[in-house]
């Protein structure tokens, strides 16, 4: 008999494993006359496992399969992020991330993702954590912007991410460029006399540092410019028949194909179902269904 196992967390910091076993279908045999009509089979009793123990603190927030399905991710609200083995449930790996308020607002994880060498994180804060696992000092926070719904990692390239969230539009981003970002030179000091004065004599001139370029903000008004790491920013849509703003709220995203990274699906608060196409070379959705 086969059987499946489904895996769910709740607010107690639990982890149920639920199998269920795919009932036997047995050909029914025919049945004479006066003869009593055979019994059916007893139909299999879902089995429900738990691990952990209730602890409020702990709460999942998010639970995901790492990209090979060889561990369980799991984002506790505490700010634990554990890599479980999905047979007995033991901790594999285990992170401790930061997590505090900014104002009144709770800081909570919004998107997880697990490979074999990295695991991804990201809060409604805009801090994205990306955590080695081979060595656990190596760790990359980068900002994506405040007030974040959801995020997503490309299923085959990782360093491709997408972000958007209230008032923030789709936006994909590069990791690999996002990290890099330019750092300035220090000006070197002129040196000075036991007077206090300089001695341009024999002081050579101080280098002069190169121009560093402003990067802009997240959220960039001109649509030309990109953000550091950004390689698609949306647009929002066009105004409504009373000619009215159409407010932003994305709550979640999927890449449509883990073999392409130019289409993207997005569901908004506004019960609204758009997609986008970056090839296109447009940043308006090419689909906008409600």
């Keep these: 008999m086969s059987s499946q196992r489904f895996y769910t967390g709740d607010e107690q910091g639990l982890v149920k494993v639920v199998t269920i076993t795919e009932p036997v279908v047995v050909k029914p045999k025919r049945v004479r006359r006066n003869q009593p009509t055979p019994e059916a089979l007893p139909k299999p009793v879902p089995t429900v496992e738990t691990w952990g123990v209730p602890d409020r603190e702990k709460a999942i927030q998010l639970l995901c399969w790492d990209s090979e399905k060889k561990h369980l991710a799991v984002a506790r609200k505490n700010g634990l992020v554990q890599l479980l083995d999905p047979k007995d449930g033991t901790i594999t790996t285990e992170f401790k991330h930061t997590l505090g308020k900014e104002g009144q607002v709770d800081t909570v994880f919004v998107g997880l993702f697990a490979s074999s060498e990295s ?4 809060t409604n804060t805009g801090r994205l954590v990306v955590q080695s696992i081979a060595d656990h000092s190596k760790t990359t926070v980068l900002e994506v912007g405040k007030d974040i719904c959801r995020m997503r990692v490309h299923p085959r390239e990782h360093h491709i991410v997408a972000t958007g969230g209230k008032e923030q539009e789709l936006t994909i981003w590069d990791l690999k460029a996002l990290i890099k970002v330019p750092v300035a030179e220090e000006k070197t000091p002129e040196p000075t006399t036991k007077k206090g004065k300089k001695n341009s004599k024999k002081a050579a001139p101080a280098p002069t540092p190169a121009p560093v370029k402003e990067e802009p903000e997240v959220r960039y008004k001109s649509k030309d410019i990109l953000a550091n790491g950004q390689i698609f920013k949306a647009k929002n849509v066009k105004n409504d028949y009373l000619d009215l703003r159409v407010p932003v709220w994305n709550t979640d995203l999927q ?27 447009a940043r308006r959705p090419a689909v906008d269904a409600e």
């Design 119 to 122: 695991v991804i994180t990201c």
């Design 255 to 281: 890449f449509l194909n883990q073999y392409d990274t130019s289409r993207i699906a997005v569901g908004t608060r506004h019960h609204q179902i758009r997609v986008y196409d970056v090839k296109s070379g």
